[in-house]
């Protein structure tokens, strides 16, 4: 199993960046697909992005497509969530996960789901301000 800690969370005015980063270790990094989701106050655990090796592919959640970017360096073992353009409704933990049983051809639905995922990290919390 794979050990996640996630950092670069924080306070931001609205418009403004983030960089989250989710470090990998314990089992060999590119074996795992790697995925950011996010959980709000009051709500549902949602998909916000995910990465897959052999090969790279990724999906986004239509409430951040165009302003995150998802990406991974695999000599770090580490996947990077950029956060561009964030606003108020960004406002949420975010969670790193990851799973060794999905991988490219697993399909939008398996990728985007977190019950999919066997591997969290303890979370970051993003604070976005009007």
């Known amino acids: 199993q794979v050990q996640l800690v996630e950092s670069g969370g924080g306070l931001v005015q609205a418009g403004g960046s983030l960089r989250l980063s989710c470090a990998a270790s314990?089992?060999?990094?590119?074996?795992?697909?790697m995925g950011w989701f996010r959980q709000a106050p009051g709500k549902e655990r949602e998909f916000v992005a995910v990465?897959?090796?052999?090969?790279?592919?990724?999906y986004y959640a239509d409430s951040v497509k165009g302003r995150f970017t998802i990406s991974g360096d695999y000599g770090k073992n580490t996947v990077y969530l950029q956060m561009n353009s964030l606003e108020p409704e960004d406002t949420a933990v975010y969670y790193c996960?990851?799973?060794?049983?999905?991988?490219?051809?697993?399909?939008?639905?398996?990728?985007?789901?977190?019950?999919?995922?066997?591997?969290w990290g303890q979370g970051t919390q993003v604070i976005v301000s009007s």
């Open positions: 314990g089992r060999t990094f590119s074996s795992y697909t």
């Open positions: 990465i897959t090796w052999s090969p790279a592919t990724t």
């Open positions: 996960a990851a799973d060794s049983g999905l991988g490219p051809y697993s399909g939008r639905n398996y990728l985007t789901n977190p019950g999919k995922f066997g591997s």
